[in-house]
């Protein structure tokens, strides 16, 4: 049996290809834990500055294996067991110190969907399809839709989304926050790699505290809390005071969105 991942790393990027052509890219057993042993690696290797997650073949991932389901024969603890698994490196993902972007192409379907919303920041092409088709076939979200979806598109949307099971296509998904930005199909690899560029120059411990406050939510006190914290950390870091000194001498800032 072959790989149904791509891991590789350049230039401190981490590119992770979901390549499964026969599923269309199905999160299967194999591929989570081929993305969970990949995410592992990333989350140790400190050189590593972004990650792009993105599928081949013309599509990003269908959703579950329902023939591996419908084969596992587990009971309810045995079920519960495998989500579990999933959830150690999805949440490893989510809360990853570095950005994640997540190019999509064609399908995000089922438990796809919620990977590519793992992801800080998402952009498709025209032909992007997104669903949270769980209901479908009679299951709830899983991959982490719960946390994540919500938190995009607010409550509501987030149980008509969920309770419809409808397909959305890249223009409602560009309208309802779920893809930051839509790029003609040849575009999409190179626009992902140039965003994950930019961030090889962003001060680290900043993109790691931006994205740990605002997954921490919370009320009003919390949060300007949190923000004193985090700040004070920031001020103490050399890459702010390097990024303080080139605007004082007029030098072009390090990190440039995109590179």
Not at 46 to 56: N, Q
């Amino acid at each position: 049996m072959g790989n149904t991942l791509t891991f590789t790393v350049d230039q401190q990027i981490a590119t992770l290809t979901l390549d499964d052509a026969a599923t269309r890219n199905a999160l299967g057993l194999q591929m989570r834990d081929e993305l969970g042993a990949a995410i592992r690696s990333i989350k140790q290797d400190k050189s590593i500055r972004a990650v792009v997650l993105t599928g081949a073949g013309g599509h990003f991932c269908s959703g579950g294996d329902l023939r591996n389901i419908a084969s596992a024969g587990l009971d309810n603890q045995g079920w519960h067991e495998r989500l579990h698994s999933l959830h150690h490196w999805l949440q490893d993902l989510i809360t990853l110190d570095r950005p994640v972007i997540a190019a999509v192409d064609g399908a995000a379907f089922g438990a796809g969907f919620g990977l590519a919303l793992a992801a800080d920041y998402v952009i498709g092409t025209p032909r992007t399809r997104m669903c949270v088709s769980f209901l479908r076939v009679g299951l709830v979200p899983d991959c982490g839709v719960f946390y994540t979806l919500p938190r995009i598109v607010g409550p509501q949307r987030a149980k008509e989304l969920m309770l419809s099971a409808r397909e959305v296509g890249a223009e409602e998904a560009l309208r309802l926050g779920l893809l930051a930005e839509v790029q003609p199909p040849e575009q999409l690899q190179a626009r992902a790699q140039a965003i994950a560029a930019s961030f090889v120059n962003a001060a680290p411990m900043a993109v790691a505290l931006i994205k740990r406050a605002v997954a921490a939510g919370g009320d009003l006190s919390t949060q300007l809390e949190l923000e004193a914290s985090a700040q004070s950390l920031a001020m103490g870091t050399q890459t702010h005071r390097d990024a303080v000194q080139d605007f004082l001498a007029r030098r072009p800032a390090a990190f440039q969105w995109p590179a």
